[in-house]
């Protein structure tokens, strides 16, 4: 089963690039949310998706845009890339609420911006 | 705002010996608890959910408790094996849905 995928696994960026980060679920999950983990920080909330066409802002979401065209995916760009989004980057999906149900997790993808 | 603490950040153990991971909560009004599993360079494992009308959850070697009133989640793992490294996180979920999240407790077990 491949649950939550992401890509890709590493990139490195220049400051004031662009690139977008792909993520797809194949549970069938209403929920999809983008977290950014940090040394020595919990995950930290960026966007989440409560379901197709639906998105809203989580704790850091400055710097990010999201959208959900499909039930599956759930893509984060990043518009124009500084020192700051340097970081691990998590995608997570769940049946319904994100917090009412387990929290399936991507792999990550690690970030370095330059 | 929801702050979750857990200490300490890194523990060493020898095979056999219980793991004991303290979680703790600012704001006693949540919805559940997860705790995680985090292997290097990997995304993360729900081990156990805890609802909050519930004292603790099992699972095998698993145990975890919640006291809401105390603000406090312990993870207990009984009789641990190098495979079992890894870092545990734990993460409360208010009413909003939203999870907050601890920086995580690394453990390393010693064969």
């Known amino acids: 089963n491949a649950g939550v995928t992401q890509t890709p696994k590493f990139q490195v960026l220049k400051t004031g690039q662009s690139m977008t980060l792909q993520c797809a679920q194949d549970m069938n999950h209403e929920y999809m949310s983008w977290y950014r983990q940090d040394p020595g920080m919990g995950l930290r909330l960026i966007h989440y998706?409560?379901?197709?066409?639906?998105?809203d802002q989580g704790e850091v979401p400055n710097g990010y845009n999201v959208s959900r065209s499909t039930t599956e995916d759930f893509p984060l760009r990043l518009l124009s890339a500084a020192p700051s989004q340097t970081s691990v980057y998590f995608c997570a999906s769940s049946y319904s609420n994100q917090g009412a149900e387990k929290l399936f997790f991507g792999s990550g993808t690690q970030l370095s911006v330059l | 705002k929801q702050e979750v603490t857990q200490i300490p950040a890194a523990l060493s153990v020898p095979e056999g010996e219980n793991l004991v991971l303290n979680c703790s909560f600012t704001?006693?009004?949540?919805?559940?608890l997860q705790w995680f599993r985090q292997d290097p360079g990997k995304g993360l494992t729900s081990l156990l959910l805890i609802q909050s009308s519930q004292r603790e959850q099992t699972s095998g070697r698993l145990n975890a408790s919640l006291d809401k009133s105390s603000g406090r989640s312990t993870l207990y793992i009984a009789a641990s094996q190098p495979g079992d490294s890894a870092t545990y996180l734990c993460a409360v979920s208010g009413y909003d849905y939203k999870l907050s999240f601890g920086a995580g407790t690394t453990v390393t077990v010693r064969a």
């Open positions: 998706s409560v379901g197709a066409g639906i998105t």
């Open positions: 704001d006693s009004a949540i919805y559940n």
